[in-house]
């Protein structure tokens, strides 16, 4: 398994060269997450309240 050479970003595309991938890559699993745990959360309250 050889890693992927990394090739130099050139600066001056609008992406600052410490985040390349841009924060819309990792911020959203963690709001599809933030969504599912709202979504179990209230099917779980709705079971157990309401019964």
């Known amino acids: 398994m050889s890693p992927e050479p990394q090739r130099p970003q050139q600066p001056g595309r609008g ?3 410490t985040m390349p991938t841009g924060p819309s ?3 959203r699993p963690i709001v ?3 969504i599912g745990m709202v979504l179990i959360a209230f099917l779980l309250s709705s ?3 309401g019964g």
Do not use: K, N
Request: proline residues 17%.
């Open 15 to 17: 992406r600052p060269p």
């Open 25 to 27: 890559s990792w911020s």
């Open 47 to 49: 079971l157990l309240g």
């Open 32 to 34: 599809w997450a933030l």
